[in-house]
């Protein structure tokens, strides 16, 4: 088996060979590795866009998430993701557009708590 044919997914940790090609990286640098094999894949999207907030840059964060929601405007966290960090820049002139949008795909999905979250948020913006 090469580098080439791991399978990365919900077992790939069992995978000796994934275990150890992914043993140096840090979280982020693990994201960015599955990502060159499943460029598609939303949740790892997100989830680097809150690696990237974890590590404190958030520009790079927003970057992800709107990249997100352009290629996946169903995927409702990510609306919450985007506008509290437009929040806690100052902008919550940008936040408003961006929860009021989510709200209403997590209302289409029936998503009710994330829908709740975000017009919590929503609620709080001066």
Do not use: W
């Amino acid at each position: 088996m090469t580098d080439a044919t791991i399978t990365l997914g919900a077992n790939c940790a069992e995978n000796p060979l994934h275990t150890a090609k992914f043993a140096h990286m840090n979280r982020r640098e693990k994201l960015e590795a599955m990502l060159v094999e499943s460029p598609d894949d939303p949740f790892l999207k997100y989830a680097l866009a809150l690696a990237f907030v974890s590590e404190g840059n958030a520009a790079r964060a927003r970057e992800g998430l709107d990249g997100l929601l352009q290629t996946a405007p169903e995927y409702v966290p990510a609306y919450l993701q985007l506008a509290q960090l437009q929040v806690d820049e100052g902008r919550a002139d940008l936040a408003k557009p961006v929860l009021a949008q989510g709200i209403e795909m997590a209302r289409r999905a029936g998503e009710s708590h994330a829908e709740e979250e975000m017009r919590g948020l929503l609620s709080q913006l001066p």
